[in-house]
């Protein structure tokens, strides 16, 4: 009457999906798609960080013969470039082992400034800088020579009482060169001021 039920276990019985999963299942295409929008999607940082050191290699190389790149570098180590944002822009540049950086600290002006200041008969005969009186320490510096006051050990090697400081720079490199002074003096609230004596103070 109610006729038979028949319960199969066989193995090779192929379910078919239902009509709701059907229209939930990515399609092969789309798939495809998807992930070839993935892969074409450029890497912009990985992109930029080449770019960046081909700029530098280059910059490198184009240094020991191209004298528009060595004055840019040796203003950037005597602080004198065109703005803070080209200053900047060289940061990734390595500093170290670039050219013949020497500094000579002082405690009275260059020598072209001593004119009738100081009676040469008044130097030590013995005194190793009697030819260049003043003088208080010179180096040699492979990078930034400027550190001599902008490091922590010269501020309070050379700075210690408020008496102006004068600070000599000059770098070297295959002909070309550069020569800054800077004048330290303390103004009214006792904050330290660098100038270049070549420029006017604003």
């Given at each position: 009457?109610?006729?038979?039920?028949?319960?199969?276990?066989?193995?090779?019985?192929?379910?078919?999906?239902?009509?709701?999963?059907?229209?939930?299942?990515?399609?092969?295409?789309?798939?495809?798609?998807?992930?070839?929008?993935?892969?074409?999607?450029?890497?912009?940082?990985?992109?930029?960080?080449?770019?960046?050191?081909?700029?530098?290699?280059?910059?490198?190389?184009?240094?020991?013969?191209?004298?528009?790149?060595?004055?840019?570098?040796?203003?950037?180590?005597?602080?004198?470039?065109?703005?803070?944002?080209?200053?900047?822009?060289?940061?990734?540049?390595?500093?170290?082992?670039?050219?013949?950086?020497?500094?000579?600290?002082?405690?009275?002006?260059?020598?072209?400034?001593?004119?009738?200041?100081?009676?040469?008969?008044?130097?030590?005969?013995?005194?190793?800088?009697?030819?260049?009186?003043?003088?208080?320490?010179?180096?040699?510096?492979?990078?930034?020579?400027?550190?001599?006051?902008?490091?922590?050990?010269?501020?309070?090697?050379?700075?210690?009482?408020?008496?102006?400081?004068?600070?000599?720079?000059?770098?070297?490199y295959r002909g070309e060169s550069m020569h800054s002074t800077y004048e330290l003096?303390?103004?009214?609230?006792?904050?330290?001021?660098?100038?270049?004596?070549?420029?006017?103070?604003?």
């Amino acid at each position: 009457m109610w006729g038979t039920f028949e319960y199969s276990t066989r193995r090779d019985v192929v379910q078919r999906p239902s009509p709701s999963n059907i229209f939930h299942r990515p399609s092969p295409m789309n798939a495809s798609a998807k992930t070839s929008t993935l892969r074409a999607k450029p890497d912009w940082g990985y992109r930029i960080l080449l770019a960046i050191a081909a700029i530098v290699a280059g910059w490198l190389l184009l240094m020991p013969i191209c004298p528009p790149v060595i004055r840019s570098t040796m203003q950037r180590f005597h602080l004198r470039t065109p703005s803070f944002a080209w200053w900047a822009i060289q940061t990734p540049i390595p500093a170290m082992y670039n050219f013949k950086n020497t500094t000579e600290v002082r405690d009275l002006p260059p020598e072209g400034e001593l004119a009738g200041l100081i009676d040469p008969l008044w130097l030590s005969p013995l005194d190793e800088d009697a030819a260049k009186p003043g003088i208080l320490a010179t180096r040699t510096i492979n990078h930034y020579p400027a550190r001599e006051f902008t490091f922590a050990n010269g501020r309070v090697r050379y700075l210690q009482d408020e008496s102006p400081r004068w600070l000599v720079i000059e770098s070297h490199y295959r002909g070309e060169s550069m020569h800054s002074t800077y004048e330290l003096t303390r103004d009214d609230v006792g904050n330290w001021q660098m100038v270049l004596a070549e420029e006017p103070a604003s």
